[in-house]
């Protein structure tokens, strides 16, 4: 919907009024676009239900249940569970992740009746009039209706870097954000007609790919796709023309050899697991807006820190008042206060000052230039209680005075204590001339402490024992930032560089963040640039922040993490939002992205293990033209006691080791020669057993000889990935062990699953092979680990 020109002031300064506001309402003329949040129900249903395998074995299911008895279709069962399972997680995640998400919501400030209130982005309507300070987000399409100083970034939108100064009459478009100064803007385009709506719409939804780890099994299950074709047909084939007992078991046991090379478990777990780590992170109040971020976050090597709102609190402390060139301290006091008094939306430090001087004469303000980022200074004109006028700037104070004024000697020594220091000086230029600060007079020092977070120096200590590189990056003097870096035990923290010094280079920028830690006096384009150059070097990089300042920094990073406390902006760009601004919750964070990314690698393991060796079955059995050795039943015990029930509890179990790159390739360097000596295995106690036995008997006990060489092999690849032990580990394989003896012992289960060891050479030839093939698997696996870590090793030295 869209307003006219001639109807764009009608509301005037008061906003709209109730009766318009609902007529609007009723008229449909509302910003209907949903706000970022989790899947709906029904594409949970959908992507859990309707995939490419579940059809698969649902059409060889079905022809099971026509023409085999019911133990032979119990694979159907287990893949009912596994998409029951899976769609009840993700709902239960999709629940936290929509509780969080109303928690965490932007709500803009409308002018109704003359008043100002907060509603929700979905209650705005067309002709509201919508109050912006630095910070906010514009949510709509609108044209600016009053203006302070108000300066707009729209590099989101356009690319275009430098903040736009807007007047009444410019248009103001959604998806830009305030940099600095306040106004008001009318909405002239609201729901899906909004400038950026449709961008965002898509790329806010909350979505479960684009991450390696997703994208890897993807590549893994088009490889799976391939190969199963050819081996599916010859075992078919095969089967049709060697079977004796008929065309049912004929399909029966093609059927058993096509539903064992799906790695139908996979996805679901890999689901499950991700769901999972948004519930537990959501009771520590920690919003995952984007899945990917929780495994992200596990993969970085660099995390880039605003100190303000993050290593610090928000609040500042007013601790001292030094004066300059002889000012007289009463009147001192009466600029801070009219400063403080001419800014309807302070920040932290112009707050302190505020509560600092609350009391002042009375001085009308008849020109302000809102504090920015990339100025480092803020102004304003007065006119003051005896009719003189008069203009002045409070900022950084190596911005505002000359490289050789002695004040800044002073100040070096209170940055280095860790504290901040603000200039007021006295101009005599007009405020918005580009050199106003040139030739000001240094009136005063304005002495502010920060307030350490209390759990930012243990969350520090963290990373460097994670061998995560901490880079500080911030507006402030970087000596100030340094001492406070210093008093949090930030290794390196006495390497700290004042970014107006850096190089433009994107080469010699990254070569400069791997040599140093600390950066003061960073503009916004510039924490942006730093991103960019520390991915140039292959590093994966998050970033921290609560401030407008940081938004492009949060965009362009692999991750971004906010403060809950954070504005508009930086909490709609961001992956992760720390609700309860605790920085303490990263750890946490980066924990469950390593049990995701460790638990999935070892359980994708033991799924593509199975692929390949029942590919492997399939393949010899069409060679040798001879009987697939199992029946669905078998095969379904098999994987139940050595894949599905332990995969669950390892998918979800801690998991502390450091994420690695080339997922693909790591469960492939493993499972492809695993997979190869378990098939081989179970296919030479098969080819003995076939030798051996005769009589109407005889097929029982070869199934069951090729069966618990095929279990203990498999066991003992689970014990593998089951390490390192503990007692739930040890008790969970023996369980998988001990039910498996339980069907060769019990008699009724024999019966059901037409398993029954007949003798004694063959069964032990069987157990034989096992053991040497569980030897040979451990072989395998440590040579492969050797390698692997000496690759490693080599990397290492070449990249020091």
């Known amino acids: 919907m869209a307003l006219s020109d001639e109807s764009l002031f009608r509301a005037g300064s008061r906003g709209l009024s109730s009766t318009q506001v609902a007529e609007r309402v009723a008229r449909g003329e509302v910003n209907d676009v949903p706000v970022r949040s989790s899947r709906s129900t029904a594409d949970i249903v959908r992507g859990n239900v309707f995939t490419r395998f579940n059809l698969i074995i649902g059409v060889l299911w079905v022809i099971m249940l026509c023409i085999a008895p019911f133990q032979d279709t119990l694979f159907g069962l287990v893949i009912l569970a596994n998409t029951g399972i899976g769609i009840f997680q993700e709902l239960r995640a999709k629940k936290t992740l929509d509780h969080l998400a109303v928690i965490g919501e932007a709500k803009p400030t409308v002018r109704r009746d003359g008043r100002s209130a907060e509603v929700s982005a979905s209650e705005i309507v067309l002709g509201d009039l919508i109050e912006i300070g630095p910070g906010d987000k514009i949510v709509v399409d609108g044209t600016c209706a009053e203006t ?148 992200g976050l596990a993969r970085v090597d660099t995390v880039c820190l605003d100190k303000t709102g993050t290593l610090t609190e928000g609040g500042m402390d007013v601790t001292e008042l030094r004066l300059l060139n002889g000012s007289d301290k009463t009147y001192v006091r009466t600029v801070l206060a009219a400063l403080g008094a001419s800014d309807p939306r302070p920040n932290p430090s112009l707050q302190a000052i505020i509560d600092a001087c609350p009391d002042g004469e009375r001085w009308r303000c008849t020109e302000s230039l809102p504090f920015s980022s990339a100025r480092k200074y803020s102004g304003a004109r007065f006119i003051e209680g005896n009719g003189d006028k008069s203009t002045w700037l409070l900022g950084a104070p190596d911005v505002l005075l000359r490289g050789d004024d002695p004040a800044l000697t002073e100040i070096e020594h209170l940055n280095e204590q860790g504290l901040r220091v603000l200039l007021l000086a006295r101009a005599e230029k007009e405020l918005h001339d580009a050199t106003v600060a040139d030739d000001a007079r240094a009136t005063a020092l304005v002495v502010l402490e920060q307030r350490l977070r209390p759990d930012a120096a243990d969350t520090l200590r963290y990373f460097a024992d994670q061998n995560v590189a901490a880079k500080v990056i911030s507006g402030d003097n970087a000596v100030s930032v340094g001492a406070v870096a210093g008093k949090l035990e930030l290794p390196g923290a006495e390497k700290r560089v004042d970014a107006r010094e850096l190089p433009s280079d994107e080469g010699a920028l990254a070569q400069a963040l791997d040599d140093n830690a600390v950066f003061g006096r960073v503009t916004p384009q510039q924490k942006r640039d730093m991103v960019g150059a520390l991915q140039s070097r292959g590093h994966t990089v998050a970033m921290t922040g609560d401030g407008v300042n940081d938004v492009l920094a949060l965009k362009d990073a692999d991750i971004g993490v906010s403060m809950g406390s954070g504005s508009e902006a930086t909490r709609a760009v961001a992956q992760i939002v720390l609700l309860d601004n605790s920085f303490a919750t990263l750890p946490s964070v980066v924990a469950e992205g390593r049990r995701v990314i460790g638990n999935i690698t070892r359980v994708a393991t033991l799924f593509l293990v199975k692929t390949v060796y029942s590919v492997l079955l399939a393949v010899l059995t069409s060679v040798w033209q001879v009987s697939y050795p199992f029946l669905p039943r078998h095969l379904t015990l098999l994987a139940t006691l050595t894949i599905g029930v332990p995969a669950f509890f390892l998918a979800l179990a801690p998991n502390t080791e450091r994420a690695k790159p080339h997922f693909v390739r790591r469960v492939m360097r493993h499972a492809l020669p695993i997979g190869a000596v378990a098939g081989a295995a179970t296919f030479l106690a098969y080819l003995l057993a076939l030798g051996h036995y005769s009589g109407a008997d005889a097929r029982k006990a070869e199934t069951s000889a090729a069966t618990l060489t095929l279990f203990l092999v498999s066991l003992w690849v689970l014990s593998i990935i089951a390490r390192p032990y503990n007692w739930w580990r040890i008790c969970l394989i023996a369980a998988m062990g001990a039910g498996f003896l339980l069907v060769l012992v019990v008699p009724w289960l024999q019966d059901y699953f037409a398993l029954r060891l007949a003798g004694s050479t063959v069964p032990w030839a069987a157990a034989g092979i096992g053991v040497l093939g569980a030897a040979a698997i451990e072989f395998i696996w440590r040579r492969l680990d050797r390698t692997a870590k000496e690759n490693v090793s080599v990397r290492d030295e070449l990249a020091s």
Not at 179 to 195: C, H, L, N, Q
Not at 200 to 216: K, M, Q
Not at 245 to 270: D, K
């Open 148 to 295: 302070d100083g108000l300066e707009v970034d729209e590099s989101l939108l356009t690319g275009e870097a430098d903040p736009v100064v807007k007047k009444p009459g410019d248009p103001a478009m959604s998806g830009s954000f305030v940099v600095a100064g306040g106004g008001a803007f009318t909405a002239t385009k609201v729901g899906r007609e909004a400038y950026a709506a449709q961008l965002a719409e898509e790329a806010s939804r909350f979505t479960l790919v684009h991450s390696e780890l997703r994208s890897g099994i993807s590549i893994i299950l088009k490889y799976v796709t391939w190969l199963m074709i050819p081996a599916s047909i010859g075992l078919a084939i095969t089967q049709l023309r060697v079977e004796n007992e008929g065309l049912r078991r004929a399909v029966s046991r093609a059927i058993a050899g096509i539903v064992p090379m799906i790695p139908e478990g996979l996805v679901l777990l890999t689901s499950v697991a991700f769901a999972v780590g948004v519930i537990r992170l959501g009771r520590k109040q920690c919003l995952v807006q984007e899945l990917p971020a929780i495994e």
